[in-house]
């Protein structure tokens, strides 16, 4: 079964060199029991790893089964030894942090057997049918062993490895130990044994002694008959292919761990959870002003362009455009009538007034303006009506009012038909404003709107209109008009060539739109930006908290390499614990920052939106976090040696 060849083991120590295997030459045959004894140093334990698989040799050949062993890889020696190679530990090794029953079926995680039943029955048979559910701190060093030996026969091995299976036991316990030691081998099961006591040496069927690295005897103390047919173990040696199910076992491993280091992890999610609060928190607060925005912006109306007089430069004075006092409301149909892509055009002229109403005083703005500005503005009244035509051209002293004006002159009660005092002059109510916000200072409901003539000769005494709203049939035509506009506007009030340039103000509502909504976007993205900073020094830190688990956790990792776990499987095991804490942190970041949301929504009166995607996007980057910053301290304990990790203290 075992054939090795001249195997040499060097160690550098510095600028030293300590040869500790010096040219050993030994075959064993399936069935054997064979204790290994020597001193100290004599490198009977390093035989024992090389032939375990768990060390390599620096020369030499080492043939398992006909397999030539010197020149596998790593990944491929962990096949051997997940398949073929059963270890019993002197320190016993065994996980403080699951049970007696996962102890033992550790193996099986990454044999793909899921065999739990016959870790059960191999309990049962080491006398420990009591103690399923013990952890290896409620176990007595006798019982940890036969953990510790159930463990090394769950995956059916052709050999086991036992070193110094009774150096930490009581003289009982050990009769105990070598008595199931023997049964194993007489049921066809080949026993390697390292011990330093001459004693238990002597209970083995062959005895070899070393010293300074050489065999120096082979004594054969039982006679040993070839295995018959029956008992000889024969076994397909290949690589399991990994399943997608194979993460859920490493998920539930790594719950398993982080639940039994609760401060710690607690500590690790709390970066990710705040990071992902905070990306939630500003993405709802971005969303929610992007709302608002677009809600005020619908108030502006659609493919609007507003003309003003303009202003000109006298000795780099301000002064009102000669043009200024020649807006006048007549001109509004023959604008319509001069650019054919003009849906409608509405005059207006404003100012402050005092009203007053059932003995209540209010100051507001007064807005006097044509039949099309309600269509135009998104501004149909919600109670009552507008004013129609015939109601501008006599003059008519009726008003529609805004909801904060309704609210502050007539309280809950219905201001349809009660009558006001605008200036002193008595207007009837015809209708209520729908709901529009506050714009920055501006209160968009704190306003009172008459029939423009009404405003201009009755109310104001303007005889000019103080701008055009000019809406456009279709947005592709908005820059085009606009220029047509201008032209129009020159041609009709006959501006002289050296006053064009300064003539009129046309302002273009899709640019302010855009401007605005812009100007939001690139808000929310800085707010954006900046949370994701939390959520990147959140990934820091728990890639600062693995890397600390990986040290303290390297005897576990060289635990699970001698019991088959190839790179893979400890790169899936510390990389799925990272997720693991991503996830549990997303999760509580998410609430954390909907809860936030509200608080902020609530008290402070901002609008916030939490979106689908901002929720989506803030749990997938705490995930990919996780994975990225987890990746360095899975790979560094993938690369780890197993004898160095099980020898690490």
Request: glycine residues 8%; proline residues 3%; aromatic residues 6%.
């Amino acid at each position: 079964m075992i054939e090795i060849s001249n195997i040499r083991k060097v160690f550098q120590m510095g600028d030293n060199t300590l040869e500790v295997l010096k040219g050993v030459t030994l075959s064993i045959q399936e069935g054997d029991f064979v204790a290994i004894m020597g001193p100290s140093g004599s490198g009977k334990s390093t035989l024992m790893n090389i032939l375990g698989l768990l060390d390599v040799p620096t020369s030499g050949s080492y043939r398992l089964n006909s397999i030539e062993t010197s020149q596998m890889s790593e990944d491929e020696l962990a096949v051997l030894r997940r398949d073929v190679l059963g270890f019993i530990f002197q320190q016993f090794n065994l996980l403080s942090r699951v049970s007696a029953l996962h102890n033992v079926a550790l193996p099986l995680l990454y044999s793909k057997k899921e065999n739990i039943q016959y870790a059960q029955e191999l309990l049962k048979k080491v006398g420990l049918s009591d103690r399923l559910d013990h952890h290896p701190n409620e176990l007595s060093g006798g019982q940890q062993q036969r953990v510790a030996i159930a463990r090394s026969l769950v995956n059916q091995p052709m050999i086991v490895f036992a070193d110094e299976p009774t150096g930490n036991l009581d003289s009982q316990s050990e009769k105990e130990i070598m008595k199931i030691l023997r049964e194993l081998n007489e049921s066809g099961i080949t026993v390697i044994m390292v011990t330093h006591e001459e004693e238990i040496g002597q209970q083995a069927k062959r005895l070899i002694r070393m010293r300074d690295g050489e065999i120096q005897s082979d004594e054969r103390l039982r006679v040993f008959e070839s295995l018959p047919q029956t008992l000889q173990n024969k076994k397909d040696l290949k690589a399991t292919k990994t399943s997608p199910f194979d993460f859920l076992d490493y998920f539930f491993q790594g719950l398993r761990t982080l639940a039994a280091n609760k401060v710690r992890t607690l500590l690790s999610m709390l970066g990710v959870m705040i990071g992902v609060a905070a990306v939630v928190t500003m993405l709802a607060v971005g969303q929610g002003a992007q709302e608002s925005i677009k809600k005020q912006l619908s108030s502006l109306g659609s493919n609007l362009l507003t003309v003003r007089p303009g202003v000109q430069r006298v000795g780099g004075v301000s002064q009102e455009s000669s043009v200024a006092n020649r807006l006048q409301y007549s001109d509004k149909d023959a604008i319509k009538k001069m650019i054919p892509n003009v849906k409608a055009v509405s005059a207006q002229v404003s100012g402050r007034a005092q009203i007053t109403a059932k003995g209540s005083n209010w100051n507001t703005q007064v807005q006097a303006t044509s039949v099309e500005w309600a269509q135009m503005r998104d501004s149909v009244p919600v109670q009552g009506r507008f004013f129609d035509e015939y109601e501008v051209k006599t003059r008519a002293r009726v008003a529609v009012i805004g909801s904060t004006v309704a609210r502050e002159l007539f309280g809950d009660k219905s201001p349809i038909g009660e009558t006001l005092k605008i200036n002193k002059v008595i207007f009837q109510v015809i209708g209520v404003l729908p709901t529009k916000g506050a714009t920055g200072f501006r209160d968009q409901d704190d306003v009172v709107v008459i029939p423009v003539l009404t405003g201009m000769y009755r109310l104001l005494g303007k005889s000019y209109i103080d701008l055009f709203e000019v809406e456009v049939d279709l947005p592709e035509n908005v820059n085009r008009v606009e220029g047509e506009l201008s032209e129009a506007l020159v041609k009709l009030y006959k501006v002289p060539l050296s006053q064009q340039a300064d003539a009129f103000q046309i302002w273009n509502m899709a640019d302010l739109q855009k401007t605005i909504q812009k100007s939001s976007q690139t808000m929310s993205l800085l707010l954006s930006s900046i949370a994701a900073i939390s959520l990147v020094v959140g990934g820091i830190g728990i890639m600062n908290i693995m890397l600390v688990s990986v040290t303290e956790r390297t005897k576990e990792i060289g635990l699970r390499k001698a019991v088959g776990a190839q790179r893979k499987d400890i790169l899936a095991q510390f990389l799925s614990e990272s997720v693991v804490i991503s996830l549990v942190g997303g999760v509580c970041g998410i609430l954390l920052g909907w809860l936030s949301a509200i608080i902020l929504s609530s008290v402070l009166g901002w609008g916030t939106t939490i979106s689908l995607a901002s929720v989506v996007l803030s749990f997938g980057f705490s995930v990919l976090i996780g994975m990225i910053f987890g990746v360095y301290p899975a790979q560094k304990a993938s690369r780890l040696n197993p004898i160095d990790a099980l020898r690490y203290e």
